[in-house]
């Protein structure tokens, strides 16, 4: 299984971001697949999942901004990133069982 990656930049308080996981090999429609983050030194958490049933479930800093989806056909999940905060700031990984994607930044700007 491999994880790409994809969608950081550096935007503004209160702009949006969506961040692309491609995910290769397996069968992806079984997988739950999950996004965390890691700001500067401090240690990496979770942000949100969502199972192969379509069952989602976020970390409570993110809950009414934050909004992962999946698309099967295209062995891809997004987060949409809505409203984002300086405190944001990280740089975001995606997750399967043990298999990580190489992170991507998101820098968020007072």
């Known amino acids: 299984v491999q994880l790409q990656a994809s969608g950081g930049g550096l935007v503004q308080a209160g702009e949006s971001l969506r961040l692309s996981c491609v995910v290769s090999?397996?069968?992806?429609?079984?997988?739950?697949v999950a996004w965390y983050r890691q700001a500067p030194e401090k240690q990496r958490e979770f942000v949100a999942q969502?199972?192969?049933?379509?069952?989602?479930n976020y970390v409570d800093s993110v809950k009414g901004r934050f909004t992962i989806n999946r698309d099967n056909a295209k062995n891809t999940v997004y987060l949409q990133m809505n409203s984002l905060k300086p405190e944001d700031t990280a740089v975001y990984y995606c997750r399967v069982a043990n298999f990580w994607g190489q992170g991507t930044l998101v820098t968020v700007s007072s």
């Open positions: 090999g397996g069968l992806f429609p079984l997988y739950t």
């Open positions: 969502i199972t192969g049933g379509g069952n989602t």
